[in-house]
């Protein structure tokens, strides 16, 4: 088959397209015929060696973390899934003509393949983070990076349980927060001013999404670690906030990110699609920081 594979750390230019074996489903585990893979962070930070810490690649590998397509193979004791169900979910080396997955859930009619493609490590993630920060109905949550694949996730979630969010984003990215309901405020110097000047009684949970070094501050701006959340910031710990990794409960997690898409509630945004061949610069446009929506790879 072929695969985006790296055979050692760097630049997008690591990338290549080449002849991998293909994967087949193991026990508990599904492989499909991938429509497309998304680029979350964690892949350009794999494959630039800034996770070989926490995350420890035996080359070659492929990169990619979570795709959506047609099951074509089902492992042993499987059995809410059989060949033909089109699902999304999570795996490893997903950006592949095939790719097996550890979690999954049926694609919501509500959603293109595309859509599909580029929910499935964000809504995990998302859901895992509100998790953490407990019922958030009838309060105020921050998201910083709210425009974002996992940002803008966890505000639609968030909404539809009932909370009012506010979200951090560049004014380019102002009016789609308010399209999804979120009260908008740029980041960066003075946060704190503009966050009291749309929520004057305060708010009662943050989520850092960006990992951008504003941990401290939104502790300071909620008054308290334990109602603060990263998905981004490796020193979280160290301020006494929770680290959320997108892989704790992730079945249940997609199951529920569907229905809210059933439901109406999610629906993640899409900004482009790359051929195998250009996969490097779909990494360089979810590097760059500045993607609106989520940046998907095709075989």
């Given at each position: ?166 979200g951090t984003a560049s004014e380019a990215n102002h009016d789609y927060l308010r399209e999804i309901g979120v009260i908008p405020v740029t980041y960066g110097e003075g946060l704190a001013d503009r966050v009291a000047a749309v929520a004057p009684d305060g ?97």
């Amino acid at each position: 088959m072929r695969a985006v594979r790296f055979h050692q750390y760097g630049d997008p230019q690591v990338l290549t397209v080449e002849e991998a074996p293909e994967p087949h489903a193991g026990p508990g585990e599904v492989r499909i015929r991938v429509h497309a893979a998304s680029v979350n962070p964690v892949d350009w930070k794999t494959r630039a060696g800034y996770l070989a810490e926490h995350l420890p690649v035996t080359f070659p590998a492929i990169i990619g973390y979570d795709a959506a397509g047609v099951v074509d193979e089902v492992g042993e004791g499987v059995e809410d899934v059989r060949p033909g169900d089109h699902v999304f979910g999570l795996g490893q080396g997903t950006t592949a003509e095939y790719a097996v997955l550890t979690d999954w859930a049926p694609v919501p009619s509500t959603w293109t393949p595309e859509q599909a493609a580029g929910a499935g490590l964000v809504s995990a993630t998302a859901l895992a983070s509100l998790d953490v920060l407990g019922d958030l109905a009838g309060r105020t949550l921050l998201v910083e990076g709210a425009a974002g694949g996992v940002g803008s996730a966890a505000a639609q979630m968030a909404i539809a349980g009932g909370t009012t969010v506010i979200g951090t984003a560049s004014e380019a990215n102002h009016d789609y927060l308010r399209e999804i309901g979120v009260i908008p405020v740029t980041y960066g110097e003075g946060l704190a001013d503009r966050v009291a000047a749309v929520a004057p009684d305060g708010v009662d949970a943050a989520l850092d999404t960006a990992g951008s070094g504003s941990l401290a501050e939104l502790v300071a701006i909620v008054g308290d670690p334990a109602r603060v959340a990263s998905i981004a910031d490796f020193n979280a710990t160290a301020l006494g906030v929770a680290l959320v990794a997108g892989n704790v409960n992730a079945t249940a997690h997609l199951a529920a990110a569907a229905r809210l898409a059933e439901d109406g509630a999610y629906a993640p945004r899409v900004q482009a699609t790359y051929p195998l061949e250009e996969a490097g610069e779909a990494h360089l446009a979810v590097q760059s920081g500045h993607a609106r929506g989520k940046v998907l790879i095709a075989p």
